[in-house]
């Protein structure tokens, strides 16, 4: 079933880089140099910088580049502590913060730092509760709270951020229950893959069978409101190349799917620029994707599919 955006396309940057300052400060500015509307950190303890600092230091490196936490692991920071952060990223920022925050999915990670990683169920029902505490907190007025995992008395946050009600809030995921709590609390929906016990992803998640599976969860527990909802994607395997299936039955060679079924995945992008550019407007009609994300180490390389479609 076709899906028609009435967004225009937005394009992002994930980045995973912890250099140096000057080296690192002049790749944020090019970002936004490049045109490209928002620059994202993940939440992880083992790669790349702490992502609350670097979208301060990004903040004032920037004039127009919107900053996200892409996306901030709920067990890694108590709501009251995220508040404090976004609110405070927001005001330095001019308004120019998007939130992201999901229930965390690494287990690795949670083992090195010593934190439970708690059933799927727990951790998504935690992270309803976040994200309802959340956003009283984000509404600058004083907040009380009972829940079965948050209790808040009385708290005010003294950074009430520039944008109302408040920043936009990204959660994104790949399992029916998260997705179903994104399409009803978010603005913008992220649709992803789902991860294997080891950490990676698994490709016949990728598909654009399964893709249009989740966009279905999100239509039908969005209700009136799925038209209201950006839908966002991140495509981790970008290739500018003369010849696309080439470059798919290479990828293909080591993943249980076909070369077609990676042409056909939402999170591949080869071909040339016309090639891309023509598979994004496809993309968007058929499954409403409108905001892309890509990683820092293509960004130069994709900026022309950026020039030719921000904002379209």
Excluded at 38 to 65: N, S
Excluded at 96 to 121: H, N, Q, S, T, V
Excluded at 182 to 199: N, Q, S
Aim: charged share 25%; net charge negative.
């Amino acid at each position: 079933m076709g899906t028609v955006s009435p967004f225009p396309f937005r394009f992002g940057v994930q980045s995973r880089s912890a250099g140096p300052r000057g080296p690192w400060l002049e790749a944020v500015r090019r970002v936004e140099e490049l045109g490209y509307d928002t620059l994202m950190w993940p939440d992880h303890f083992v790669r790349g910088f702490e992502p609350v600092a670097a979208m301060a230091a990004a903040a004032i490196a920037t004039e127009r580049l919107r900053l996200s936490g892409f996306v901030f692991d709920n067990d890694f920071r108590h709501p009251v502590v995220l508040a404090m952060s976004a609110g405070s990223i927001d005001i330095l920022s001019k308004g120019r913060l998007e939130m992201g925050i999901g229930a965390g999915w690494l287990k690795e990670e949670y083992d090195l730092a010593g934190i439970p990683f708690d059933p799927p169920g727990v951790r998504i029902a935690r992270l309803e509760e976040a994200v309802h505490l959340l956003k009283l907190l984000l509404s600058g007025e004083r907040t009380s709270f009972s829940g079965e995992f948050y209790t808040v008395d009385g708290l005010q946050i003294p950074p009430a951020p520039v944008q109302k009600p408040y920043p936009p809030l990204i959660i994104g995921g790949g399992s029916p229950k998260i997705l179903a709590l994104a399409a009803r609390e978010a603005d913008i929906v992220g649709i992803t893959t789902r991860a294997l016990p080891d950490g990676s992803k698994d490709a016949e998640d990728m598909t654009a069978a399964a893709t249009a599976r989740k966009i279905d969860w999100v239509r039908e527990a969005a209700g009136d409101r799925f038209a209201r909802i950006e839908l966002n994607t991140i495509c981790p395997t970008v290739e500018i190349a003369d010849d696309r299936r080439a470059a798919a039955e290479r990828i293909a060679a080591d993943l249980p799917v076909s070369a077609a079924e990676v042409l056909d995945s939402p999170a591949v992008l080869l071909g040339t620029v016309d090639q891309i550019v023509e598979t994004l407007q496809e993309r968007r009609e058929r499954y409403g994707f409108s905001y892309i994300v890509i990683l820092e180490p293509v960004m130069e390389a994709f900026a022309p599919v950026v020039a030719r479609l921000a904002g379209r």
